[in-house]
Antibody
Framework: EVQLVQSGAEVKKPGQSLRISCKGS????????IAWVRQMPGRGLQWMGI????????RYSPSFQGQVTISADRSITTAYLQWSSLKASDTGVYYC???????????WGQGTLVTVSS | ETVLTQSPGTLSLSPGERATLSCRAS???????LAWYQQKPGQAPRLLIY???SRATGIPDRFSGSGSGTDFTLTISRLEPEDFAVYYC?????????FGGGTKVEIK
């Protein structure tokens, strides 16, 4: 069974750093792209970026380039999303999702709620 | 970047009725790379349709997708109580993904 299990909810202050994780299991993790998707409170879905764990090839949405870093550790089948300096506007739910061979997102993590507030 | 515009923003219907959701792209999208998702409150999105018209595993046949080029449609033939949710279209092109703004299907 394919599963993506994300790390738990986080509460941070503006300016703090953060890394959240997404652990894949039940499939050949290195050979499927993993994407990160943001959902701000009451809003729609925004694609942030995507990584190929086999070689760490990474692509970013222009809207998120330079704002976040996506990485992966194939040895522990885990992808990461990190911020060096959080802003209040980073508050939202962040999902990881596996990209299928048809370039859609066929499996999703349960989401990680990130709250940034002073 | 390809912008996806979904309409209507909200669709108020009764169980048993037919729902027709539209997704219009700012430039032509390959059918291969057009997908639809369903999201219920507090849950992650779920893949419904990929390749514009293929149902994902386990998706009932009351869901169907159609369209090409810049105009795509998701149809729910007869709404069941569990179908009231928000629906998003999504496309891939030039190493970039975009989602539409969503259509909420609510109980009338």
């Amino acid at each position: 069974e394919v599963q993506l299990v994300q790390s738990g909810a986080e509460v941070k202050k503006p300016g703090q750093s953060l890394r959240i994780s997404c652990k894949g299991s039940g499939y050949n993790f290195p050979t499927y792209w993993i994407a990160w998707v943001r959902q701000m409170p009451g809003r729609g879905l925004q694609w942030m970026g995507i990584i190929y764990p086999a070689d760490s090839d990474t692509r970013y949405s222009p809207s998120f380039q330079g704002q976040v870093t996506i990485s992966a550790d194939r040895s522990i089948t885990t992808a990461y999303l990190q911020w060096s300096s959080l802003k209040a506007s980073d508050t939202g739910v962040y999902y990881c999702a596996r990209s299928s061979s048809s370039v859609n997102f066929d499996f999703w993590g349960q989401g990680t709620l990130v709250t940034v507030s002073s | 970047e390809t912008v996806l515009t979904q309409s209507p923003g909200t669709l108020s219907l009764s169980p048993g009725e037919r729902a027709t959701l539209s997704c219009r792209a700012s430039q032509s999208v390959s059918n291969t790379y057009l997908a639809w998702y369903q999201q219920k409150p507090g849950q992650a999105p779920r893949l419904l349709i990929y390749g514009a018209s293929s149902r994902a595993t386990g998706i009932p046949d009351r869901f169907s997708g159609s369209g090409s080029g810049t105009d795509f449609t998701l149809t729910i033939s007869r709404l069941e109580p569990e179908d009231f949710a928000v629906y998003y279209c999504q496309q891939y092109g030039r190493s970039s993904f975009t989602f539409g703004g969503g259509t909420k299907v609510e109980i009338k």
